[in-house]
């Protein structure tokens, strides 16, 4: 059973930067395409971003293009995100999923079958 657990979530000003981490226990992760979601009060979950298993294959939402990088360090069994420029509307809880191994990234929650229980950031305007 695939374990995921966030961190580095907080609170930073309009234009200010985090990196929030994942780290996965409990499977192959350096087989496991790895994403992040994020959901803000009162909305759907969607799509950030994605990484294949390698890492050379990336996927962004358009809001986001530009100003965030995902990445992974198979070494350490852990996904980041790199969020520069923060936007009040990047305001959300964010969370770390995990598809089968040797699967495909890719933009669809449902297409995701383990879910860390995620990390709040709140950009202040």
């Known amino acids: 059973q695939v374990q995921l657990v966030e961190s580095g979530g907080g609170l930073v000003q309009a234009g200010g930067s985090l990196r929030l981490s994942c780290a996965a226990s409990g499977g192959t992760f350096s087989n496991t395409p790895m994403g992040w979601f994020r959901q803000a009060p009162g909305k759907a979950r969607e799509f950030v971003a994605a990484?294949?298993?390698?890492?050379?294959?990336?996927l962004y939402t358009n809001s986001v293009e530009g100003r965030f990088t995902i990445s992974r360090d198979n070494a350490k069994n852990t996904v980041y995100l790199q969020m520069n420029s923060l936007k009040p509307e990047d305001t959300a809880g964010y969370y770390c999923?995990?598809?089968?191994?040797?699967?495909?990234?890719?933009?669809?929650?449902?297409?995701?079958?383990?879910w860390g229980q995620g990390t709040q950031v709140t950009v202040s305007s």
């Open positions: 999923a995990a598809r089968v191994p040797y699967s495909n990234p890719t933009e669809r929650l449902d297409h995701y079958d383990y």
């Open positions: 990484i294949g298993r390698g890492g050379a294959l990336t």
